[in-house]
């Protein structure tokens, strides 16, 4: 069975920081894009990162842009979400999601309508 798991949400007062985890089961992360997200009550949801094991690059939306990290254990099947320096506009649902780069309508920026596979979100709470 293909699974997405993400944790290590929680609350964390502003300026902390906070490491998320995405760990699969069922399928190979190297072979798929990795995208996180997040949506904040009333909000859509938004991609905050895109990574691939073909790109040394990964993609960080401007509002992250500095303070977030992506990093990739493939020997574990797992990514990580380093987040630095928190404020209250942070606070969300937070996912991680994989599309694989072979679908016929792959978007490698991983469009939200476009990923293959989600995880259950994990809460981040920024008390300010």
């Known amino acids: 069975e293909v699974q997405l798991q993400a944790s290590g949400g929680g609350l964390v007062q502003a300026g902390g920081s906070l490491r998320l985890s995405c760990a699969a089961s069922?399928?190979?992360?190297?072979?798929?894009?990795i995208g996180w997200f997040r949506q904040a009550p009333g909000k859509e949801r938004e991609v905050i990162s895109c990574?691939?094991?073909?790109?040394?690059?990964?993609y960080y939306a401007d509002t992250v842009k500095g303070r977030f990290t992506v990093s990739s254990d493939y020997a574990r099947n797992t990514v990580a979400l380093q987040m630095n320096s928190l404020n209250s506009e942070d606070t969300a649902v937070y996912y991680c999601a994989a599309v694989d780069p072979d679908d016929s309508d792959y978007d490698p920026r991983c469009n939200v309508y476009g990923m293959d596979y989600w995880g259950k979100g994990t809460q981040v709470t920024v008390s300010s």
């Open positions: 990574s691939s094991s073909s790109n040394a690059r990964p």
């Open positions: 069922g399928f190979t992360l190297d072979d798929y894009d």
